[in-house]
């Protein structure tokens, strides 16, 4: 069976600099890759470039390969009008942005938000529909009385609630893929194992595939099937999650390890840095 998304050779440039360079990737029907490296590597401009989100500024080359419209040969998503991707994106390739103190419009109502997800991506879906949808999102992600706070506004909830509710947008049309682009980021380490335990369990539910974007190898290393590290911008390494984590090939992976502290780590010594 060929792989939900293939990514051949991918290049990213944003002017003179280039951000990606000859990436090669593949991610199975319901796989968990992980995809980590330090800031600057890479990570978040080889995701935003499947569903066409780098915007004009942004030069790619190479091949992302699509096989999840049911086409023989795959399309190739580099290559797609407008329409195409704009279809696709929220329907069949949804995203979680990394900030969700910031990511959800502060003047807007967060079921309106929600809703506007079914609004947009189905013509025939009333906005009476797209509510119940909405409030049935929403009680997916244990939104607590999700039908009572409707109507609620963003800086009502905290913050592991907004990254529910963008959880939640995202799962609204029961996607193919999910990128989860550094979800856990900004929340503190209880709020983080509850948003990780619902990724999980969401994922399993609707057998999508998932990318999970992180810097730190230890919360990838509680999703992934599969883990790729970018450094500079090139893939280093990938392999199975639990032999790269204990058993890394290259320098730079065993150098992103060193750098995680732990409960052995000598705490009179300086962190290992990253070479």
Request: proline share 7%.
């Amino acid at each position: 069976m060929p792989p939900l998304v293939a990514i051949r050779d991918l290049h990213i440039a944003f002017g003179h600099t280039l951000a990606v360079r000859g990436v090669s990737l593949h991610l199975d029907e319901g796989e968990v890759l992980g995809l980590v490296g330090e800031s600057g590597s890479g990570k978040s401009a080889t995701a935003l470039a499947i569903p066409g989100l780098l915007g004009p500024a942004a030069r790619t080359t190479g091949q992302i390969l699509w096989h999840g419209a049911g086409s023989d040969p795959p399309i190739d998503l580099l290559r797609q009008p407008p329409h195409t991707l704009r279809s696709l994106r929220g329907r069949s390739i949804a995203m979680v942005f990394q900030e969700p103190m910031t990511a959800l419009n502060p003047v807007m109502k967060i079921g309106s938000q929600v809703a506007e997800c079914a609004l947009a991506h189905d013509s025939r879906c009333s906005r009476r529909e797209a509510r119940r949808r909405a409030i049935a999102a929403l009680e997916s992600v244990a939104i607590p009385q999700s039908a009572q706070r409707y109507g609620d506004y963003p800086h009502q909830f905290s913050g592991g609630q907004r990254q529910r509710i963008l959880i939640a947008m995202a799962l609204m049309h029961q996607p193919r893929l999910m990128i989860a682009d550094e979800p856990t980021t900004a929340l503190d380490v209880t709020v983080q194992a509850q948003i990780l335990e619902l990724l999980l369990r969401l994922q399993r539910e609707h057998r999508m595939a998932m990318l999970f974007i992180s810097h730190d190898l230890a919360v990838v290393g509680q999703v992934a099937d599969r883990i790729a590290v970018l450094r500079q911008g090139e893939l280093v390494e990938t392999g199975p999650a639990r032999l790269l984590l204990t058993a890394p090939q290259h320098d730079y992976t065993r150098s992103l390890l060193a750098a995680v502290p732990t409960l052995r780590t000598d705490r009179t010594q300086p962190l290992a840095t990253l070479r």
